[in-house]
């Protein structure tokens, strides 16, 4: 880690006024009038099932609206959730079948739904739901009571115990942080230990963590990622680091790891994204991060990024590893 680069980003962040995601955008998220039960199996099912969106051909319009990727996976879900909430049900999900993503992909027009695993997302949802009913109960609230609402107790956590279940054994907990988060936010539990909580780390914020030079990486290291060839182990090496990396960015901002999340989901999303570069293209249109930054259509962090404006800086990419279904 560059530790002055660190520095200057958790000061730079920590003058700003981040909006916090209460996850209440109605397009995605359920509210809470259908049930903490139903809501909460609503987010963990769709974390568990949105991965490998990135790369991929997967977009479309609904309601003459354009969304792609994970955006249009949720808006999809969604939208099955609100024709019927039990879809979500321990019940319902124990027993998922084709049927379910033949009638998600039905809404509106959608492109490239070929391209994503079906038979494996049934067959990890179907596992899980399974082994929650067994050791648990009929919601993922349950989970969260059996650890007596820490995220981490020698073993017991929250965190932990969704270790255990396919799809959430990511060593470094992506989906598992990401899912406290949510609950947390959405206001359906509290964890006795929030402050313990880690920056949840995915595929869409490495090229940021690496164009901005945060991680020291040596050459042959760094072409790997602009070749997309990382194994299983370096994926995990490269975000455990970055995970510590922002955890360290986290305590000089005087801000929760959670907020620092929110601050990047949104300029990963906008400013720096593994296909847009602001610094490179110069486009930016509908920021909103232009509610609490006066940026004036520079990137802010151009001071401390090392590669901005780079040939580098446009090759690095979101990198994956075969397999991946933690991000």
């Keep these: 880690m560059d530790l002055n680069r660190g520095l200057a980003f958790g000061w730079l962040l920590s003058s700003l006024d981040i909006p916090q995601n209460y996850y209440s955008n109605t397009e995605f998220y359920p509210d809470l009038s259908y049930g903490y039960d139903l809501v909460s199996n609503y987010l963990f099912f769709m974390v568990l099932m949105d991965y490998s969106f990135s790369g991929s051909i997967f977009y479309g319009y609904v309601d003459g609206k354009y969304y792609y990727g994970s955006r249009l996976f949720w808006r999809l879900g969604k939208l099955i959730f609100d024709e019927d909430p039990k879809f979500f049900s321990l019940e319902y999900t124990s027993n ?11 809404y509106g027009e959608i492109y490239g739904f070929e391209t994503i695993d079906v038979d494996r997302r049934i067959k990890m949802v179907r596992d899980v739901a399974k082994r929650i009913m067994s050791e648990y109960g009929n919601s993922i609230l349950d989970v969260v009571y059996a650890s007596s609402n820490y995220l981490y107790r020698n073993g017991s956590g929250f965190i932990e115990r969704l270790k255990k279940f396919m799809g959430f054994d990511d060593p470094v907990e992506y989906k598992a942080l990401l899912l406290a988060k949510m609950l947390f936010r959405k206001g359906v539990t ?13 595929g869409s914020i490495l090229p940021f963590i690496l164009r901005c030079g945060l991680i020291h990486l040596d050459d042959e290291f760094m072409n790997k990622i602009v070749q997309s060839q990382l194994t299983f182990s370096e994926d995990y090496a490269l975000r455990i680091r970055t995970r510590e990396c922002l955890d360290f960015v986290s305590k000089v901002s005087g801000r929760e790891p959670m907020v620092i999340h929110d601050f990047l989901d949104l300029f990963t999303s906008y400013c720096c994204t593994s296909q847009n570069i602001n610094c490179v293209t110069h486009y930016c249109n509908g ?6 930054l006066s940026c004036g259509g520079e990137c802010f962090l151009k001071r401390i990024c090392k590669y901005c404006g780079s040939d580098l800086a446009s090759k690095i990419r979101e990198p994956s590893f075969k397999g991946n279904v933690y991000y």
Aim: negative net charge; proline residues 7%.
């Design 96 to 106: 998922l079948d084709r049927s379910f993503f033949e009638r998600m992909f039905n």
């Design 190 to 202: 509290s964890f006795n230990d929030f402050d313990n909580i880690h920056f949840p780390v995915n």
């Design 287 to 292: 920021c909103p991060l232009s509610s609490f």
